[in-house]
DNA sequence: AATGTTAGCAACCGCCGAAGT
DNA sequence: AACTTCGGCGGTTGCTAACAT
Protein backbone atom coordinates (compact mmCIF):
# COMPACT_ATOMS: atom_id res chain seq x y z
CA UNK A 1 0.00 0.00 0.00
CA UNK A 2 1.34 3.46 -1.15
CA UNK A 3 0.50 6.00 1.61
CA UNK A 4 1.11 10.03 0.11
CA UNK A 5 3.79 11.39 2.75
CA UNK A 6 1.83 14.26 5.00
CA UNK A 7 3.93 16.73 4.06
CA UNK A 8 5.65 17.88 0.66
CA UNK A 9 9.10 18.12 0.99
CA UNK A 10 9.20 20.97 -0.90
CA UNK A 11 8.25 24.68 0.24
CA UNK A 12 6.46 24.21 3.48
CA UNK A 13 7.56 25.29 6.64
CA UNK A 14 9.05 23.74 9.64
CA UNK A 15 9.68 24.48 12.87
CA UNK A 16 8.40 27.35 15.67
CA UNK A 17 5.15 28.82 14.70
CA UNK A 18 5.27 32.77 13.85
CA UNK A 19 2.32 34.99 15.28
CA UNK A 20 1.54 35.60 11.75
CA UNK A 21 0.59 32.09 11.00
CA UNK A 22 -1.21 31.44 14.50
CA UNK A 23 -3.00 34.45 13.56
CA UNK A 24 -4.21 32.95 10.26
CA UNK A 25 -4.43 29.79 11.51
CA UNK A 26 -6.57 30.68 14.22
CA UNK A 27 -8.47 33.13 11.96
CA UNK A 28 -9.28 30.36 10.04
CA UNK A 29 -10.27 27.73 12.03
CA UNK A 30 -12.41 30.28 13.71
CA UNK A 31 -14.45 31.14 11.26
CA UNK A 32 -14.45 27.72 9.01
CA UNK A 33 -13.90 24.74 11.41
CA UNK A 34 -11.06 22.56 10.58
CA UNK A 35 -13.36 20.58 7.86
CA UNK A 36 -10.43 19.11 6.50
CA UNK A 37 -7.09 19.56 7.78
CA UNK A 38 -4.84 18.33 4.81
CA UNK A 39 -6.71 21.19 3.02
CA UNK A 40 -6.69 23.42 5.00
CA UNK A 41 -3.60 24.97 5.41
CA UNK A 42 -4.04 25.60 1.84
CA UNK A 43 -7.03 27.45 2.11
CA UNK A 44 -6.02 29.35 5.12
CA UNK A 45 -2.77 31.01 3.22
CA UNK A 46 -0.34 29.01 5.45
CA UNK A 47 2.98 27.06 4.22
CA UNK A 48 2.50 23.90 6.44
CA UNK A 49 1.45 20.76 6.46
CA UNK A 50 -2.19 19.43 7.80
CA UNK A 51 -0.40 18.07 10.50
CA UNK A 52 1.69 20.33 11.65
CA UNK A 53 -1.78 22.61 11.65
CA UNK A 54 -3.57 20.39 13.75
CA UNK A 55 -0.80 19.91 16.26
CA UNK A 56 -0.56 23.69 16.58
CA UNK A 57 -4.41 24.14 16.63
CA UNK A 58 -5.14 21.60 18.95
CA UNK A 59 -1.96 22.14 21.52
CA UNK A 60 -1.81 25.92 21.26
CA UNK A 61 -4.09 27.98 20.00
CA UNK A 62 -7.34 25.87 20.92
CA UNK A 63 -9.63 28.12 23.11
CA UNK A 64 -9.42 26.76 26.77
CA UNK A 65 -6.32 25.32 26.69
CA UNK A 66 -4.65 25.39 30.14
CA UNK A 67 -0.84 26.45 29.90
CA UNK A 68 1.16 26.46 33.03
CA UNK A 69 1.73 25.41 36.30
CA UNK A 70 0.28 21.98 37.24
CA UNK A 71 -2.03 21.59 40.26
CA UNK A 72 -1.88 18.98 42.95
CA UNK A 73 -4.72 17.33 41.84
CA UNK A 74 -3.67 17.48 38.49
CA UNK A 75 -0.33 15.54 39.28
CA UNK A 76 -2.18 12.52 41.17
CA UNK A 77 -4.11 12.15 38.81
CA UNK A 78 -1.76 11.74 36.05
CA UNK A 79 -0.05 9.55 38.40
CA UNK A 80 -2.67 7.72 38.69
CA UNK A 81 -4.02 7.24 35.60
CA UNK A 82 -0.70 6.25 34.08
CA UNK A 83 -0.53 3.56 36.61
CA UNK A 84 -4.06 2.34 35.08
CA UNK A 85 -3.31 2.84 31.45
CA UNK A 86 0.06 2.93 30.91
CA UNK A 87 1.28 5.93 27.97
CA UNK A 88 -1.97 6.39 26.60
CA UNK A 89 -1.89 9.94 27.44
CA UNK A 90 -4.39 11.40 24.77
CA UNK A 91 -6.73 9.38 27.52
CA UNK A 92 -5.14 10.33 30.39
CA UNK A 93 -5.44 14.02 29.54
CA UNK A 94 -9.60 13.73 28.79
CA UNK A 95 -8.94 13.30 32.09
CA UNK A 96 -7.43 16.66 32.46
CA UNK A 97 -9.76 19.73 31.34
CA UNK A 98 -7.52 22.01 28.99
CA UNK A 99 -4.47 19.77 29.10
CA UNK A 100 -3.79 18.02 26.31
CA UNK A 101 -1.80 14.69 25.73
CA UNK A 102 1.41 16.37 24.44
CA UNK A 103 1.63 18.68 27.18
CA UNK A 104 0.38 15.50 29.48
CA UNK A 105 3.17 13.62 27.88
CA UNK A 106 5.91 16.60 28.48
CA UNK A 107 5.21 16.91 31.92
CA UNK A 108 5.75 13.34 32.63
CA UNK A 109 9.01 12.89 31.32
CA UNK A 110 10.24 15.94 32.60
CA UNK A 111 8.63 16.65 36.03
CA UNK A 112 6.51 13.04 37.31
CA UNK A 113 8.79 10.51 35.75
CA UNK A 114 11.98 11.13 38.18
CA UNK A 115 9.71 12.11 41.13
CA UNK A 116 8.05 8.31 40.52
CA UNK A 117 11.08 6.52 40.11
CA UNK A 118 12.30 7.83 43.88
CA UNK A 119 9.06 6.01 45.64
CA UNK A 120 10.55 2.31 45.23
CA UNK A 121 7.45 1.03 45.71
CA UNK A 122 6.06 2.42 42.34
CA UNK A 123 5.74 0.86 39.11
CA UNK A 124 7.74 2.33 36.50
CA UNK A 125 5.84 0.62 33.30
CA UNK A 126 2.46 -0.66 35.06
CA UNK A 127 0.73 -3.29 33.22
CA UNK A 128 -2.56 -1.75 31.98
CA UNK A 129 -4.71 -3.44 34.59
CA UNK A 130 -8.52 -4.42 33.93
CA UNK A 131 -8.95 -1.94 31.88
CA UNK A 132 -12.18 -2.93 29.69
CA UNK A 133 -12.36 -1.59 26.29
CA UNK A 134 -15.49 -0.77 24.76
CA UNK A 135 -15.25 -0.64 20.56
CA UNK A 136 -18.47 0.74 20.06
CA UNK A 137 -18.54 3.07 23.15
CA UNK A 138 -17.32 6.20 23.37
CA UNK A 139 -16.53 5.44 27.37
CA UNK A 140 -13.50 3.24 28.34
CA UNK A 141 -14.48 2.15 31.57
CA UNK A 142 -11.22 1.81 34.25
CA UNK A 143 -12.26 -0.73 37.01
CA UNK A 144 -9.01 -0.21 39.38
CA UNK A 145 -9.38 3.13 40.74
CA UNK A 146 -12.34 3.71 43.25
CA UNK A 147 -14.84 4.62 41.80
CA UNK A 148 -14.25 3.68 38.48
CA UNK A 149 -13.20 6.21 35.83
CA UNK A 150 -15.33 6.72 32.88
CA UNK A 151 -13.22 8.59 30.09
CA UNK A 152 -14.12 10.18 27.03
CA UNK A 153 -12.46 7.84 24.35
CA UNK A 154 -10.19 10.92 21.71
CA UNK A 155 -12.85 12.90 20.17
CA UNK A 156 -12.02 13.72 16.66
CA UNK A 157 -12.67 16.90 16.19
CA UNK A 158 -11.87 20.25 18.29
CA UNK A 159 -13.57 19.79 21.01
CA UNK A 160 -13.71 22.74 23.87
CA UNK A 161 -12.08 21.69 27.16
CA UNK A 162 -14.14 22.12 29.61
CA UNK A 163 -14.14 25.48 31.53
CA UNK A 164 -12.38 25.93 34.14
CA UNK A 165 -15.19 27.84 35.45
CA UNK A 166 -18.27 25.34 35.13
CA UNK A 167 -15.28 22.32 36.41
CA UNK A 168 -17.46 20.17 33.90
CA UNK A 169 -17.13 18.23 30.94
CA UNK A 170 -19.31 17.71 27.59
CA UNK A 171 -19.24 13.72 26.76
CA UNK A 172 -19.84 13.17 23.24
CA UNK A 173 -23.96 11.63 23.82
CA UNK A 174 -23.59 15.71 24.62
CA UNK A 175 -24.54 15.05 28.32
CA UNK A 176 -22.93 17.16 31.08
CA UNK A 177 -20.77 16.00 33.69
CA UNK A 178 -19.45 17.30 36.40
CA UNK A 179 -15.50 16.50 36.98
CA UNK A 180 -13.89 15.51 40.01
CA UNK A 181 -12.21 18.64 40.95
CA UNK A 182 -15.08 19.90 41.95
CA UNK A 183 -14.50 23.86 43.23
CA UNK A 184 -16.02 25.94 40.93
CA UNK A 185 -14.68 28.88 41.10
CA UNK A 186 -15.87 32.93 40.83
CA UNK A 187 -13.33 33.96 38.67
CA UNK A 188 -14.60 35.30 35.66
CA UNK A 189 -11.77 37.36 34.87
CA UNK A 190 -9.53 34.93 32.98
CA UNK A 191 -9.04 35.67 29.24
CA UNK A 192 -10.75 32.70 28.20
CA UNK A 193 -13.97 34.25 29.28
CA UNK A 194 -14.90 35.29 25.85
CA UNK A 195 -15.06 32.61 24.16
CA UNK A 196 -16.59 31.03 26.71
CA UNK A 197 -19.49 32.68 26.86
CA UNK A 198 -19.60 31.95 23.24
CA UNK A 199 -19.30 28.40 23.58
CA UNK A 200 -22.66 28.78 25.95
CA UNK A 201 -24.65 30.75 23.18
CA UNK A 202 -23.65 28.46 20.33
CA UNK A 203 -23.69 24.50 20.42
CA UNK A 204 -23.56 24.52 17.18
CA UNK A 205 -20.00 26.14 16.74
CA UNK A 206 -18.36 23.08 17.15
CA UNK A 207 -20.52 20.47 15.10
CA UNK A 208 -21.04 22.96 12.19
CA UNK A 209 -18.12 24.88 11.57
CA UNK A 210 -17.99 24.76 7.93
CA UNK A 211 -20.50 26.73 5.76
CA UNK A 212 -19.99 25.05 2.18
CA UNK A 213 -21.13 27.52 -0.11
CA UNK A 214 -18.25 30.01 0.44
CA UNK A 215 -15.38 28.01 2.48
CA UNK A 216 -12.85 28.83 -0.91
CA UNK A 217 -13.06 32.69 -0.37
CA UNK A 218 -10.36 32.32 2.29
CA UNK A 219 -8.82 35.37 0.37
CA UNK A 220 -11.49 38.02 1.36
CA UNK A 221 -12.25 36.08 4.45
CA UNK A 222 -13.26 38.30 7.72
CA UNK A 223 -10.20 37.86 10.11
CA UNK A 224 -10.75 39.33 13.59
CA UNK A 225 -7.93 41.57 14.81
CA UNK A 226 -6.44 39.10 17.84
CA UNK A 227 -4.10 39.96 19.70
CA UNK A 228 -1.17 37.40 20.45
CA UNK A 229 0.47 38.08 23.83
CA UNK A 230 4.19 37.34 24.58
CA UNK A 231 2.40 34.46 27.17
CA UNK A 232 0.73 33.09 24.19
CA UNK A 233 -2.44 33.45 25.34
CA UNK A 234 -4.72 35.39 22.45
CA UNK A 235 -7.51 38.33 23.27
CA UNK A 236 -10.57 38.01 21.57
CA UNK A 237 -11.82 41.46 20.14
CA UNK A 238 -14.77 42.80 21.45
CA UNK A 239 -17.90 41.87 19.55
CA UNK A 240 -16.47 38.69 18.53
CA UNK A 241 -18.71 37.07 19.21
CA UNK A 242 -21.53 38.75 17.70
CA UNK A 243 -19.76 38.67 14.60
CA UNK A 244 -19.33 34.83 14.69
CA UNK A 245 -23.10 34.33 15.28
CA UNK A 246 -23.60 37.12 12.33
CA UNK A 247 -22.00 34.84 10.06
CA UNK A 248 -24.24 31.58 11.58
CA UNK A 249 -21.78 29.90 12.75
C1' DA B 1 31.98 36.58 31.70
C1' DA B 2 32.37 32.43 29.09
C1' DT B 3 31.41 27.81 28.46
C1' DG B 4 29.17 23.44 29.34
C1' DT B 5 25.17 20.93 31.01
C1' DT B 6 20.44 20.15 32.02
C1' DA B 7 15.43 20.72 31.92
C1' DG B 8 11.34 21.98 29.74
C1' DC B 9 8.67 22.25 25.91
C1' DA B 10 7.15 22.74 21.01
C1' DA B 11 7.03 20.31 17.10
C1' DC B 12 8.09 16.45 13.92
C1' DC B 13 7.84 11.62 12.50
C1' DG B 14 5.95 7.33 11.60
C1' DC B 15 2.53 4.13 12.57
C1' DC B 16 -2.27 2.68 13.18
C1' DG B 17 -7.27 2.24 12.75
C1' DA B 18 -11.43 4.00 10.74
C1' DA B 19 -13.83 5.44 6.96
C1' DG B 20 -14.40 6.17 2.19
C1' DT B 21 -13.91 4.67 -2.71
C1' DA C 1 -11.59 -7.13 -0.98
C1' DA C 2 -8.12 -3.99 -1.96
C1' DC C 3 -6.64 0.38 -1.84
C1' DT C 4 -6.52 5.33 -0.39
C1' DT C 5 -7.10 9.08 2.65
C1' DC C 6 -7.39 11.08 6.91
C1' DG C 7 -7.27 12.01 11.85
C1' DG C 8 -5.19 10.67 15.88
C1' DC C 9 -1.68 8.84 18.83
C1' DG C 10 2.79 7.96 21.10
C1' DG C 11 7.74 8.23 20.62
C1' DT C 12 11.30 11.12 19.71
C1' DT C 13 14.02 15.12 18.45
C1' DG C 14 15.81 19.62 18.65
C1' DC C 15 15.72 24.28 20.30
C1' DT C 16 16.32 27.41 24.05
C1' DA C 17 16.35 29.24 28.58
C1' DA C 18 18.07 28.36 33.06
C1' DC C 19 21.50 26.75 35.81
C1' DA C 20 26.19 25.08 37.12
C1' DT C 21 31.07 25.26 36.75
Redesign the pocket.
Known amino acids: ????P??DKTGLR????TPEEDRKLTAYVTRYG?W????LPKYAGLARC???C???WM??LRPNVK?GNYSKEEEETIIRLHESLG?????IAAELPGRT???V???W???LKKRFKQKPDSKENPEKEETKLN?NASHLVISSPNPPLILES????PQPASSDQNSSSITSDNTVESNKFGSVSDDNSNSNSLFEAYEVDSGSFWTEPFFSDNYYMWSDMWVPEFQFLDDGEILYPFGFCDQLEDFNL
Open positions: MVRTCCKGTWCNWRQGKSRLRNYRNRWSADNEKNHHTTNSLSS
